[in-house]
C-alpha cells in the first residue's frame, strides 16, 4: 500500500496504462511540458516523448475530433478537458460523433477513447471553471460516465476506462486532487473493483446516503457527524452515472427505507432526480420518507466569494436527514 493524493493516484493510473499499451496516447492544452494545469501528467512526456503525450491548441472541438480518428485506427486516446466549462465547444464532437459512432456503424467500429473533465467547484475559481455538467451526457446514449472520488478508485478507474472498447467520459473531482488515501499500486488491474458499479463505503441502518465525486467526502462526514448524536447512516459511492448501478442501492435504502441524494450540480433534472425516481419506483414499500436531494442551486455557477454558500455541505446533508425522519 501507498499513501497517495487523488491527483498523483490519476498520474500512475495514467503511467501504467501507457506502459501497458504503446497505442495509449494522452492529449489535451499544456499536458504536456507543464504537465497539466493540476499537473495530473506531470512527468508523463518527459518518459513517453511527445508523440504520446501531445500539447495541443486551445479548440476542444479539434482536440476530441482528433481523438475520433486516432480511436479508429486503432489508439487508445485520452483527452484531457483542462477545466470542466471548457468542454462545450466539443459537445457536437461527443454527442454526435463519440456517442453515436458505434451504433451508426452497427456495433462493427468502436471508439476507445477516454474524455478527462476535473470538475465541480470548491477552489476559488472564475467563471467556466467550476461547472458540474455530468448530466448532459449522462443522458447521451452511448456514453458511459464514470466519477472517482478518491485515490484508489481514481488509480484503478482511469485504467479500467483506458482499458474499455466504449468511449468513457471521466470526471475527476477537482478540490479533492490533493486529497490522501492508500493505493495498492502492486494489484493487477483484474483484482479492481468492477468499473460500472455502485459501491458502499460505510454500513448504516437509519438512512442511505448516496453520492458521487467530490460529495462523497461530504457524505462520509456526514455520516461522522450523524453518528455522534445516535444515527447510524449508510453511505454508498454511485461512481457510475451511466449505466447507473442501482442494485447496491436498492438494497441499501429497503434496508433503512430512508434515502438522500446528493450532488454539487443544480437540482433541476439532474442526476439526483433520476436516481430518486428509480428507488421510488422499486423500493415504494420500503421507503419511510420520501426520497431527498441536496444539490447545488438552480443558477449559474457563482462568484467565488460566495461558492461555499451553493455548494452542498455537512450541514445541508444532515438537514435533509433531519428532514427525512420528520415524515
Same mark, same amino acid.
Given at each position: ?18 506502459? /501497458? /499499451?504503446?497505442? *495509449? ?14 499537473? $495530473? ?8 516523448? @511527445? ?11 479539434? $482536440? ?19 477545466? @470542466?466549462?471548457?468542454? +462545450?465547444?466539443?459537445?457536437? %464532437?461527443?454527442?454526435? %460523433?463519440?456517442?453515436?459512432? &458505434? ?24 467563471? &467556466? &471553471? ?22 484508489? /478508485?481514481?488509480?484503478?478507474?482511469? %485504467? ?18 490533493? !486529497?490522501?488515501?492508500? *493505493?495498492?499500486? #502492486? ?8 468499473? &460500472? ?14 453520492? +458521487? ?50 450532488? =454539487? #450540480? ?14 421510488? !419506483?422499486?423500493?415504494? +414499500?420500503?421507503? =419511510?420518507?420520501?426520497?431527498?436531494? *441536496? ?5 449559474? +455557477? ?5 461558492? =461555499? ?11 435533509? *436527514? @433531519? ?5
Amino acid at each position: 500500500m501507498e499513501t497517495l493524493t487523488l491527483g498523483k493516484s490519476l498520474n500512475l493510473g495514467l503511467r501504467r496504462a501507457m506502459e /501497458d /499499451d504503446s497505442k *495509449v496516447l494522452i492529449m489535451g492544452e499544456d499536458v504536456g511540458k507543464l504537465g497539466g494545469v493540476f499537473r $495530473i501528467t506531470d512527468g508523463l512526456q518527459k518518459d513517453f516523448g @511527445d508523440e504520446r503525450v501531445i500539447d495541443t491548441p486551445l479548440a476542444e472541438a479539434g $482536440i476530441v475530433g482528433t481523438a475520433i480518428g486516432l480511436a479508429l485506427r486503432g489508439y487508445r486516446p485520452v483527452v484531457e478537458i483542462q477545466f @470542466d466549462g471548457f468542454v +462545450y465547444p466539443a459537445y457536437d %464532437q461527443i454527442v454526435c %460523433q463519440v456517442a453515436k459512432f &458505434h451504433y451508426r456503424s452497427r456495433g462493427k467500429v468502436s471508439l476507445p477513447m477516454v474524455i478527462r473533465i476535473p470538475f465541480g467547484g470548491g477552489i476559488g475559481a472564475v467563471e &467556466h &471553471h467550476s461547472e458540474s455538467p455530468e448530466a448532459y451526457f449522462s443522458h447521451t446514449a452511448g456514453l458511459k460516465v464514470v466519477a472517482c472520488s478518491n485515490p484508489s /478508485d481514481a488509480y484503478w478507474m482511469i %485504467q479500467q476506462a483506458i482499458a474499455s472498447d466504449d468511449p468513457i467520459i471521466f470526471f475527476e473531482p477537482k478540490r479533492r486532487y490533493w !486529497e490522501k488515501g492508500e *493505493v495498492d499500486t #502492486a494489484a493487477p488491474l483484474s483484482s479492481a473493483y468492477p468499473l &460500472h458499479s455502485s459501491r458502499v463505503l460505510r454500513s448504516g441502518t437509519d438512512a442511505t446516503l448516496l453520492a +458521487y465525486g467530490p460529495m462523497v467526502r461530504t457524505c462520509l462526514d456526514a455520516a461522522t457527524a450523524a453518528a455522534e448524536d445516535g444515527r447510524n447512516l449508510e453511505v454508498i459511492d454511485l461512481r457510475t452515472l451511466s449505466p447507473l448501478d442501482m442494485a447496491p442501492v436498492f438494497e441499501s435504502v429497503r434496508k433503512t427505507g430512508r434515502a438522500v441524494v446528493v450532488h =454539487e #450540480a443544480p437540482g433541476n433534472i439532474g442526476l439526483g432526480a433520476e436516481v430518486a425516481a428509480r428507488i421510488s !419506483e422499486e423500493c415504494f +414499500y420500503s421507503l =419511510e420518507a420520501p426520497v431527498l436531494r *441536496v444539490t447545488g442551486y438552480d443558477i449559474p +455557477y457563482p462568484a467565488s466569494r460566495v461558492e =461555499e454558500e451553493f455548494l452542498p455541505d455537512l450541514d445541508r446533508v444532515l438537514e435533509a *436527514v @433531519d428532514r427525512s425522519f420528520g415524515f
